[in-house]
């Protein structure tokens, strides 16, 4: 199973919104709406931030929201805040109750 | 509150094992799948497998067939991830982390980790 891929890294400026793709294979992407986003601040533990491609859970800001496209998920952050400055990293079934992380993407707010 | 807490870090030379623990609280363990993942030094975030606590069943990623294995107690409330025949490239930290589903149902989304373990594989 290979990770899904991401950008290496995005940067954006505060107000701005930014995009990180996902894109996977028509084995796991493609084929179901099961993507979900995590964000990653150092020391903290990883936070759900997207489920089911688009869903926000209770507490997660509406400046967040998700798509898919096909073969590639994306995750868009609306009015970028200093605190969004992490790495992200989206997840999505593949199949037979397994899962593929992508290689990560790291998020700067300049 | 729901808090996991895992096992401290370890110190393994090549070849050898090591178990992590994962010990739940503040929900009703065999309600929720637990899954495994790890992270390696500046490496991105790779999902080892899951267990179902309620019956001990498994399921692990491909990369690591034949050589992890996740077990419960569940009379503790703590799942166990052990890896055998530990190679340098297993250095990592390993996380803990509960599916978002409940109630016996698989989602494939994690709520909450545990604060990860660091094993180190180093002759």
């Known amino acids: 199973q290979s990770a899904l891929t991401q950008p290496a890294s995005v940067s954006g400026s505060p107000g701005q919104s930014i995009t990180i793709s996902c894109t996977g294979t028509s084995s796991d992407v493609g084929s179901y709406n099961l993507v979900s986003w995590y964000q990653l601040h150092p020391g903290k533990a990883p936070k759900l931030m997207i489920y089911d491609n688009t869903k926000r859970p209770s507490g997660v800001s509406n400046r967040f929201s998700g798509s898919k496209s096909g073969n590639t998920a994306s995750l868009t952050i609306s009015g970028l805040q200093a605190e969004d400055e992490a790495d992200y990293y989206c997840c999505s079934y593949a199949g037979s109750s397994t899962l593929v992380f992508g290689g990560g993407t790291e998020l700067t707010v300049v | 509150q729901v808090q996991l807490v895992q096992s401290g870090a370890e110190v393994k030379k090549p070849g050898a094992s090591v178990k992590v623990s994962c010990k739940a609280s503040g929900y009703t363990f065999t309600d929720y799948y637990m899954h495994w993942v790890r992270q390696a030094p500046g490496q991105g975030l790779e999902w080892m497998g899951w267990?179902?606590?309620?019956?001990?069943?498994?399921k692990y990623a491909q990369n690591f067939q034949g050589w992890v294995t996740m077990t419960r107690d569940t009379s503790i409330s703590t799942a166990y991830m052990e890896l055998s025949r530990l190679t340098s490239d297993d250095t990592a930290v390993y996380y803990c982390?509960?599916?978002?589903?409940?109630?016996?149902?698989?989602?494939?989304?994690?709520?909450?980790w545990g604060q990860g373990t660091l094993v180190t594989v180093s002759s």
């Open positions: 982390a509960r599916d978002f589903g409940g109630y016996d149902f698989w989602s494939g989304y994690f709520d909450y």
């Open positions: 267990i179902n606590p309620n019956n001990g069943g498994t």
